[in-house]
């Protein structure tokens, strides 16, 4: 069973940064379609980041530019840098895996993943 844990959420001001850290076990995380999603009170979940296991990525065009997707096999981790973060930012951050191959276009749709982390609050201040 593939488990996903998400940590590094925190609170910070406007144009600071955080990382976020998900660590994948019970499987190989190179074998492996990452996403990482959003969820602001009262939105719905979007897709922020996602990466193939081939090794191209993703974006939203609301964090293209200032997030950055990345994958530590030696640690089976996948990362979310998040520079020049706005208060617009702010959401519950949840990574998701899938072993299917993922044609572009489906990277950032929630329903092409069927695993789920709990869940990382991020909060960026004015």
């Known amino acids: 069973q593939v488990q996903l844990v998400e940590s590094g959420g925190g609170s910070v001001q406007s144009g600071g940064s955080l990382t976020l850290s998900c660590v994948v076990s019970?499987?190989?995380?190179?074998?492996?379609?990452m996403g990482w999603f959003r969820q602001a009170p009262g939105k719905e979940r979007e897709g922020v980041a996602a990466i193939a296991a081939v090794g191209w990525m993703k974006y939203a065009d609301s964090v293209e530019g200032r997030f950055t997707i990345s994958r530590d096999t030696a640690k089976n981790t996948v990362i979310l840098q998040m520079d020049s973060l706005k208060p617009e930012d702010t959401a519950i951050y949840y990574c998701?895996?899938?072993?299917?191959?993922?044609?572009?276009?489906?990277?950032?749709?929630?329903?092409?993943?069927?695993?789920w982390g709990q869940g990382a609050q991020v909060t960026v201040s004015p």
């Open positions: 998701a895996a899938d072993r299917r191959s993922l044609l572009k276009f489906l990277m950032l749709k929630a329903d092409s993943y069927s695993y």
């Open positions: 019970g499987d190989t995380v190179s074998v492996y379609y």
